[in-house]
């Protein structure tokens, strides 16, 4: 079995690391600009010239034709898998039903996702989604994509998060923004066609941040 270390440059495996650290973050990769500044390079081509290293290697793919267009490959042994709880489904477009904050536990879930352990690390509460609509596209999270959650009550300015709006009785997926005026949350597609949400907070319930995301391949 090939060691990284085997194959890539010091710079390479920093930025292929920074892009795992990334989407385990965001949920979502890293454009150039974020590993020029993240990895310390010195300009958007010397990072493009290591990307293309990278994606030689099978480490990425990179899509070119969207934003963000860049996609881990599990190249380094088979990992450990770690069987999450598939918790249905969630809107990313208009918000449809799912079970409620006291029945979302991994013991009501019929099926489960195997997932690599770097996905969960050492997290708690971590569950799965399957995302039904496009708004958020833009964010790389398809129609039919699976989104891996972990069970939080609040999240930061502009984190995925899969929020409750509790006098409708349905969830979305959406970035999540308090706004600075009033006593409201903007509910933000990733989808310049499709319009923002605002929901006042007291309605609002985030149950879950978006930490990675399985895409359907078709």
Not at 49 to 66: C, T
């Amino acid at each position: 079995m090939a060691k990284i270390s085997d194959t890539l440059s010091s710079r390479q495996e920093k930025i292929l690391e920074f892009i795992q650290n990334y989407v385990r973050s965001h949920g979502i990769p890293p454009s150039i600009r974020d590993i020029v500044a993240g990895c310390g390079i010195s300009s958007t081509s010397v990072a493009d010239y290591n990307l293309k290293h990278l994606e030689r290697l099978g480490f990425i793919r990179r899509h070119h034709e969207i934003s963000r267009g860049i996609e881990l490959v599990e190249k380094v042994g088979r990992p450990c898998p770690v069987a999450l709880p598939l918790m249905g489904q969630i809107a990313a477009g208009r918000p449809i039903p799912v079970p409620d904050s006291e029945s979302w536990n991994a013991s009501a879930a019929a099926e489960t996702v195997e997932v690599p352990d770097a996905f969960v690390a050492n997290r708690k509460n971590v569950y799965a989604l399957k995302v039904k609509g496009t708004s958020m596209i833009d964010a790389l999270i398809n129609d039919g994509d699976v989104v891996i959650m972990q069970a939080v009550q609040s999240v930061d300015n502009g984190e995925m998060a899969a929020v409750w709006l509790k006098a409708e009785k349905e969830a979305t997926l959406k970035r999540f923004y308090r706004e600075k005026k009033g006593n409201k949350v903007r509910l933000q597609p990733a989808n310049s066609q499709m319009p923002p949400i605002f929901a006042d907070a007291s309605n609002v319930e985030v149950q879950g941040r978006v930490i990675g995301v399985i895409r359907k391949l078709v």
